[in-house]
Nanobody, 125 residues
Framework: QVHLVESGGALVQVGGSLRLSCAAS????????VAWFRQAPGKEREFVAG????????YYADSKRARFTISTDVAQNSIYLEINNLQPEDTGVYFC??????????????????WGQGTQVTASS
């Protein structure tokens, strides 16, 4: 129905910046909400940021608001996550997610129907 492919993950020096991209394909017209999550090995998947497909109504985890920015480009079927001032604790696999439902709990992994395979982000000194 909807396919998501992340890219842009890399090994980045602490303090650097990184832009992750998520390419959406398939029936993208059905997308209502999109989000970024991240997950370290052995840990729960953690919500980072979410927004409407139209890029209105952005929502960030409180601990992420200062350094993370989510945006969309509907014409390009893309979702982006800008990470600034990368810290070691930012290391993990970053996933984009999408859901056709307008209403939902932004931070819940159970309320997104479509997921990408993830892209690895590593912050190192």
């Amino acid at each position: 129905q909807v396919h998501l492919v992340e890219s842009g993950g890399a090994l980045v020096q602490v303090g650097g910046s990184l832009r992750l991209s998520c390419a959406a394909s398939g029936r993208t017209i059905s997308i209502s909400r999109v989000a970024w999550f991240r997950q370290a090995p052995g840990k729960e998947r953690e919500f980072v940021a979410g927004t409407r497909w139209s890029a209105t109504g952005t929502y960030y985890a409180d601990s992420k608001r200062a350094r993370f920015t989510i945006s969309t480009d509907v014409a390009q079927n893309s979702i982006y996550l800008e990470i600034n001032n990368l810290q070691p604790e930012d290391t993990g696999v970053y996933f984009c997610a999408a859901d056709p439902r307008y209403a939902g709990t932004w931070h819940s992994t159970h309320e997104y129907q479509y997921w990408g395979q993830g892209t690895q982000v590593t912050a190192s000194s």
